[in-house]
């Protein structure tokens, strides 16, 4: 799960980051009102959207010259304006996708007199098994041009968990980020500070970009970006009221209800299976005779007829679906049980693509049964191989 620009830097200063003062806004007459308040003489007016390169990011209704999804102002009412320019229009950056996102909120805070902008992140780092700090001098708007071209300017350093965060690991951050004097000293208490937050709150990632010194010497958190371990969201209430559903998928949230693991993806052929190997199994196979999976979809062990019916209603759903392959290994969930569901959500929302169904394993011939007694128009299968190969000449047939 993921949470807004201003949430991340709430919750990191609860736990005792630099950070700048700031307000949430969802009008320009709020924008005016807090903006007012606000000491000057340097604001910035921030969109508010679950994806990163907001700065160089472009909003769809403006066209190619207007200024970004983050702006500098210099009065109150230039604030304002901003407001008015970006509030309700479409933000297109890097990682929204070119549908880009709508701003339904902005983020107006105190400008800063930057020195230098840096990187830092805390992440998984699943090599090592680890946490670990990824930090670059080279921080700002062009970060992923930096992996890229010189990734030798990004230092990663894997973190003890039983240990925990030492000054030593500090220390070497310090160093990499070429922090001396009072910047130094800030990052000897902040980067603990962080290394906590992202381990007490179950992250996923924790992306500084930029943390930056200022003039003064002093550093400062000036973007963050938070994402959060689903599988540890039931621990953490006060991470879940934070939950903005306008930004995500209303498939994705329809799905969760129902304790499904789906994940929306762009293609067109629809996938119901079970269990998330054979399920990855599946989509690649539909890539590998020239199609693509419309989602990932993982009805899980214990499934339920009306776990299975909700599947197959989110699927049919999707515009986009041209086609659907259901593809059950029966263990511990049973055939009979997947056939039941797929004929029910037939019956209630009806079928308008071409439905392939590949069954194996437990109560497979009752399954078969089911489907065969029911008027449900179905493409039998017998192998996965076969499976994908009917469904993608199914829909372009
Ligand atoms: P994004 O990463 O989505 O583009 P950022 O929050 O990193 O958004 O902002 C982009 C750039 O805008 C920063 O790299 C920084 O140069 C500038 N900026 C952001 N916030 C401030 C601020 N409070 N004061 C001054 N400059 C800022
Ligand atoms: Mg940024």
């Known amino acids: 799960m993921n949470i807004h620009e201003y949430q991340a830097k709430r919750l990191l200063h609860s736990y005792g980051a630099p950070i700048a003062g700031g307000v949430a806004i969802y009008s320009a007459e709020q924008a005016e009102e807090w903006a007012k308040k606000m000491p000057g003489p340097l604001y910035v007016v921030k969109s508010q959207i679950h994806a990163g390169g907001r700065g160089k990011g472009k909003f769809k209704e403006l066209g190619e010259e207007a200024a970004g999804g983050v702006r500098l102002a210099r009065s109150v009412e230039e604030v304002v304006q901003h407001v008015k320019d970006m509030l309700g229009n479409t933000l297109v950056t890097k990682q929204t996708g070119p549908e880009g996102k709508q701003v339904n909120r902005l983020y107006i805070e105190d400008g800063a007199d930057i020195e230098r902008e840096l990187y830092l992140s805390i992440l998984i780092d699943r090599t090592v098994g680890r946490p670990a700090f990824v930090v670059s001098t080279e921080g700002g708007m062009d970060i992923e041009a930096v992996a890229e071209e010189t990734p030798e300017k990004i230092f990663t350093?894997?973190?003890?968990?039983?240990?925990?965060?030492t000054d030593a690991d500090s220390r070497k951050i310090n160093r990499a980020l070429k922090l001396t004097k009072e910047a130094a000293k800030d990052g000897l208490e902040l980067f603990p500070i962080l290394y906590k937050a992202f381990t007490e709150k179950d992250m996923s990632l924790l992306e500084?970009?930029?943390?930056?010194?200022?003039k003064d010497g002093r550093l400062r958190v000036l973007d963050a970006k938070v994402s959060f371990d689903g599988n540890a969201l039931f621990r953490h209430e006060d991470i879940m009221a934070l939950r903005d559903l306008s930004e995500e998928d209303d498939k994705e949230i329809e799905a969760s209800k129902h304790d499904l693991a789906y994940v929306a993806l762009d293609g067109n052929i629809g996938c119901m299976v079970n269990g998330a190997g054979l399920a990855m199994a599946t989509m690649d196979i539909i890539k590998q005779y020239g199609e693509e999976p419309a989602n990932f979809l993982d009805v899980g062990g214990g499934a339920t007829t009306e776990k299975v019916t909700a599947a197959f209603k989110i699927i049919t759903a999707d515009p986009k679906v041209k086609g659907i392959l259901v593809n059950i290994f029966g263990g511990i969930m049973k055939c009979?049980?997947?056939?039941?569901?797929?004929?029910?959500?037939v019956k209630d929302v009806g079928l308008k693509v071409p439905l392939v169904v590949r069954l194996e394993g437990t109560n497979v011939e009752k399954g078969k049964q089911i489907i065969n007694d029911s008027d449900v128009d179905v493409i039998a299968a017998d192998d996965l191989d076969d499976a994908a190969q009917k469904i993608v000449k199914a829909i372009k047939g």
Not at 157 to 165: A, S, T, V
Not at 209 to 214: A, K, R, S, T
Not at 336 to 345: H, P, T, Y
């Open 208 to 214: 500084v970009n930029p943390l930056i010194v200022m």
């Open 336 to 345: 009979d049980v997947i056939a039941e569901g797929v004929v029910q959500a």
């Open 157 to 165: 350093l894997p973190i003890d968990p039983l240990k925990g965060m």
